[in-house]
C-alpha cells in the first residue's frame, strides 16, 4: 500500500520530467522568461504537484480527478514542447528527452487511472 506520494513511480517520473523542463528552459530566449518559458514550467510543475494533491485526499473519486488534471497538464506540456520544436527553441537532445519523460508518465497516469476506476472510496 501506499503511504506517501512519493512513494508512487509516476510521482517520481513526474519530478524528473518538471527538473528535465527546466533545464530545457534554461536556454530559451530571455524575452520569453513571461510567454513559453513560464507557460511550459508552469504545466511540467502541475504534474507533480496534482499527483501529490490527489494522493493527499479523502478518497478514490477524488485522488482520480487530480490525476486527471496531471494527464491534461501532461499533453498541455507535449503541446508546448512541440512548439518549441517548431520554433527551434532549446537544445533538440534534452527536447527529446523531456518528450520521452512525458510519453512515459502519461502512460503511468493511465495505467494508474485504469487501476482506480472501479474503486468506490
Given at each position: 500500500m501506499v503511504?506517501?506520494?512519493?512513494d ?7 519530478m524528473?520530467l ?8 534554461q536556454?530559451?530566449?530571455?524575452d520569453?522568461?513571461y510567454?513559453?518559458t513560464s ?13 501529490a494533491?490527489g494522493q493527499g ?6 485522488f482520480?480527478?487530480f490525476?486527471?488534471?496531471a494527464?491534461?497538464s ?11 520544436r517548431a520554433i527551434?527553441?532549446?537544445d533538440?537532445?534534452?527536447i527529446?528527452?523531456a518528450?520521452?519523460?512525458?510519453h512515459?508518465?502519461?502512460k503511468?497516469l ?9 474503486t468506490?472510496?
Open positions: 503511504q506517501s506520494f512519493r508512487l513511480l509516476v510521482w517520481q517520473r513526474s524528473q518538471t527538473v528535465a523542463i527546466y533545464r530545457l528552459t536556454n530559451f530566449p530571455r520569453e522568461v510567454g513559453l507557460q511550459i514550467r508552469r504545466s511540467a510543475v502541475s504534474i507533480p504537484s496534482n499527483i494533491e485526499r479523502l478518497n478514490t473519486g477524488e482520480r480527478q490525476l486527471g488534471v494527464r491534461g501532461n499533453c498541455e506540456l507535449q503541446t508546448q514542447l512541440e512548439i518549441a527551434q527553441f532549446g533538440i537532445k534534452q527529446d528527452e518528450e520521452g519523460l512525458s512515459e508518465v502519461g503511468m493511465f495505467a494508474l487511472l485504469e487501476s482506480l476506476k472501479n468506490d472510496h
